[in-house]
């Protein structure tokens, strides 16, 4: 294992330390492994999306359980980030790292040998703690490995590599299902992470280097605690609500939890000695810009997430695609993101907000243009027109990649420097609840549609009309959402960010 150690100021302090010490030499090298670590979270938050109908032949899982296998995984990310991320700065980013990849790996060896529905939920949350341990890592690493235009360079082909990361998940699952490789079906989707992992964790510890924040606030477990719980509590009502038919305890539920995060937020404001390592800094919230762009990408997010889910469901359970099929059908999503990329930095410089409001709208047209290419509710499976669902499924790859780029540019010329490390967990916790959201709220209007049309199964005549409804709910609802996010997006001015490389 290298011990090669970086030196870096804590975070939000002043410059005047540039050129202190010379680049690491194999940091291109590092950022390959990195970026390949960081893939396989991109990977998994999409591979099992097509592995679902198979899962829920196999273990006989419910409609709700499916959704619980996919928000499970994002809510245990979004709930450990900030701690995960502290703790890096804290006790070692590498070696922090290294024991989530580790992690990630074990996990996916456990979901992959699941076998029952709630073991493979316990699984996938537990494999989402892995996650959240390791995604803050590659970030901080990489922005101590490299300064200006090299930074500038690194982050673009990060923005590309996730693109091609979420083309990569739903092909290589529907690769994997359909070849069975060695009779494991679905399984071997969460199995290909554990030997990735293990190259992954040794050439990571012989090549990628040591760094922390000298003096950076210990992690709060009981913060933590608060937080997960308060996160889970808003989504379980979603997801479960219709299980026990809306009762009042339900919305007792959804209320508590969102007390809880307030109140958290609340008490660690309140108390001077918190303040320094708040999970929830009031200062920033205050700031209505901040609170705003934090609200767009919540909503956002869930419109994103959420669509691809039920898209995918609709495909392989309403129309009988194989998983195969429904992955390769899905690149168009990821084609018109990757190309749309090279061009998100400039129209970010030059317009500001512009290039996000366009790609709300531009998402939106997107979702209605698959609903109206989208047969019928009596036609018979498998009579869908896969041409012509592109168009809408790279307009609203296109959207997501003018949205996303553009909004994270915005949060972060708005952030005052003291808070800009809380800010980044913050940005990145709201991506994974909102991405929760999106699979609970959507998912939950998806199947109350298609169990009120009759069995599950797929099929034409009435359960054809049930998943025509389904799709058409959720599409709507999706839709909604991302002309909310565009006007919300109004709010955050008509600053540009500057030109600057670094």
Partial sequence: MTTEKLAVRPEGGGGGDTGQQPPYPRRWVAMVILILAFMLDLLNVTIVNVGLPAIQRDLDASSTQLEWISAAYLLAFAAALITFARAGDLWGRKRVFLLGIVAFGLTGLWSGFANGPYELIAARAAQGLAAAALAPQVMSILFTLFQGRERATVF???????????????LVGGVLIDADVAGLGWRAVFLVTVPAAAVLVALGAWLVPESRVPGSARPRWLSTGVLTAGLVAMVFPLMEGRTFGWPAWIWLCLAGGVLAVLGLAVAEHRRPAWRAGALLPMDLFRNRLISTALTVQLVAFA??????????????????????????????????GIAMAPFVGRLIVRFGRAPMVAGCVLAAGGMLGVLYAAPAGSAAPGDVDSWALVPGLAAIGMGMNLVMPTLSTLFFATVPPEHAGSASGIYSTSQQFGAALGVAGLGT????????????????????????TALTASVLTATVALILSAVLSLALGRSRPSPSAD
């Fill in 156 to 170: 673009g082909t990060f923005g590309i590599v996730a693109g091609l990361a979420q083309a990569g998940g739903l």
């Fill in 303 to 336: 419109a994103f997430t959420g669509f691809l889910l039920v898209f995918v469901l609709w495909l392989q359970s309403g129309h009988r695609y194989s998983a195969l099929d429904a992955g390769v059908l899905t690149i168009g999503f990821s084609a018109g």
């Fill in 445 to 468: 209007i998806f199947f109350t549609a298609v169990d009120g049309g009759g069995d599950s199964g797929g099929g034409g005549g009435a359960n054809g009309d049930a998943y025509a």
